[in-house]
């Protein structure tokens, strides 16, 4: 089994997603799995810890230390080349429509409180 790991907020200062990730490094690695995570970085960048390799894709910055990917044609590349059998998505799900075409399963999870989240747009109630 190969999972790809696609999420923005993956860095040094980063939380949850982070912690979450580096704890499935470990698991895949003890299951005899492999993992694929896309990350986005200063430049592109490819490495391999224990049975996971690791995508830092060209991106812009944002606020608090994170970034968001340049050109979402970038993971596509990866998708194609790492042939993954699943895709989960981390904290983001825009860009999903324009990776469902791939024909990989997808899994997201949006890690929030998307209801208080959405208290916060100006929607009658």
Known sequence: ????????????YSGGIRTYIDK??????EMEWEQVVVV???????????????????SFPLI???????SLEDI????RF??????????????I???KKEGVPISVFYHSDAKRELSLFPVPK
Do not use: A, C, N
């Open 1 to 12: 089994m190969k999972i790809m790991d696609i999420t923005p907020y993956y860095h040094s």
């Open 24 to 29: 499935k490094v470990e698991w895949v690695f």
């Open 40 to 58: 986005p970085g200063k430049v592109y960048k490819k490495y391999q810890v224990k049975r996971t390799t690791f995508y830092e894709l060209p």
């Open 64 to 70: 608090g230390g994170y970034r968001f990917f340049k």
């Open 76 to 79: 596509k590349e990866v998708i």
């Open 82 to 95: 790492e042939k993954p059998d699943l895709l989960e998505f981390s904290g983001t799900y825009l860009p």
């Open 97 to 99: 429509p324009f990776f």
